[in-house]
């Protein structure tokens, strides 16, 4: 339903930020978003905006604290992606990093179609499946054994 005052049911952007974080309301802001319709705001998917917030803080700190605890600067530097991975690099990787990078490949492609149609909705929900689920918890899970 839309958000009334009669009705007593608006969310203030203050006390939510105070609350769950400027991240969250923005991702549910923008990711709730459906052409031509009303952006249906819920504190339920406010707060799962912060988990996922939260989760992808958590990824990032595994990582540097990690895979990246005892790199130097040009270790870091070499890391950056300048250009495609050749086929030959690809088939050095072990089948969790083929597996990944794959799914990441098809998430670019996929996220950057509806982008493109300003589909910012499915982008951020296919961004969001993609990290938690594949991510999150599979490769880093895999990557601890």
Known sequence: SKMSKTKGNVIDPLETVAKYGADSLRYSLVTGVTPGQDIPLNMEKIEA???????????????????????????????GVSSPMTSEEFDKLLLPEKYIISKCHSLVA???????????????????????DQYADWYIEISKT
């Open 110 to 132: 996929s996220v950057t179609e509806d982008l493109e149609k300003y589909q910012l909705g499915a982008a951020g929900s296919k961004i969001y499946e993609f990290m938690w």
């Open 49 to 79: 905006n912060r988990n996922f917030a939260n989760k992808l803080w958590n990824s990032c700190k595994f990582v540097t604290g990690n895979a990246l605890k005892n790199a130097d600067e040009e270790e870091l530097n070499q890391l």
